[in-house]
């Protein structure tokens, strides 16, 4: 069975901190990944997608993949207490569907 | 661009009500769409990948004849939740991916929060 783990946290983190996030999934055949921010009682928003191994950078947000390792991370620079909510890694294994994680959750104090 | 769109965003009905909840690409077409459940402090569960111009398909444990599924045109799912009981209450999202298949991402609506009395 595909699966995609996530430790589910709480991840606590200072305001202004980095805070990293990881996953590893099982698939060695994963072709997509996918990061998504859910806050409390919202639907799930994209926020970071990269196919190929290394980094990928948007804004504070970096997303790292290691395909040999098959480990996906999401590192936020200068964390904000708005950044406080639960991440889910999502990895495409090229049919129809995508595997989600159950999601880490950061708390950034202010 | 890409965006989802689902309606209603919450119902509140008594047992035994049928309940219709729709899921609109508005800026793409979408061959693909899919429906999940949250329940609180819970991760999302997959219930059904609903294909246009066939039969939806249903994940282990989910009854297809309480939840129907319609995908009638390349921008509309619905979701119908037959005679509804209190266990039904959830959050259901749908999301929709650009192309089908391939490297792109799946994108959310706002979700339905169905309460049933």
């Known amino acids: 069975q595909k699966e995609v783990e996530q430790n589910s946290g709480p991840l606590s983190v200072p305001e202004g901190a980095i805070a990293s996030l990881n996953c590893t999934y099982s698939d060695r055949g994963s072709q997509s990944f996918f990061w998504y921010r859910q806050y409390s009682g919202k639907s799930p928003e994209l926020i970071m997608f990269?196919?190929?191994?290394g980094d990928k950078e948007d804004g504070r947000f970096t997303a790292q993949l290691n395909k040999a390792s098959q480990k996906l991370s999401l590192l936020i620079r200068d964390s904000q207490p708005s950044d406080s909510a639960t991440y889910l890694c999502a990895v495409d294994t090229g049919g129809f569907k995508t595997i989600f994680g159950a999601g880490t959750r950061l708390f950034v104090k202010a | 661009g890409a965006v989802v769109s689902q309606h209603p965003s919450r119902v509140i009905c008594k047992s035994g009500t049928s309940v219709k909840i729709e899921c609109r690409s508005l800026d793409f077409q979408a061959t693909t769409m899919f429906w999940y459940r949250q329940f609180p402090k819970q991760s999302l569960m997959l219930m059904a990948t609903?294909?246009?111009?066939?039969?939806?398909?249903?994940e282990q444990g989910v009854e297809k004849d309480k939840f129907l599924i319609n995908h009638a045109s390349l921008t509309l799912s619905t979701l119908t939740v037959t005679s509804a009981h209190p266990e039904d209450s959830s959050f259901y999202i749908c999301?929709?991916?650009?192309?089908?298949?391939?490297?792109?991402?799946?994108?959310f609506g706002d979700g339905t929060r169905l309460s049933i009395l």
């Open positions: 999301s929709a991916r650009p192309g089908g298949t391939g490297d792109q991402p799946q994108h």
């Open positions: 990269i196919y190929s191994n």
């Open positions: 609903s294909n246009e111009g066939s039969k939806a398909t249903y």
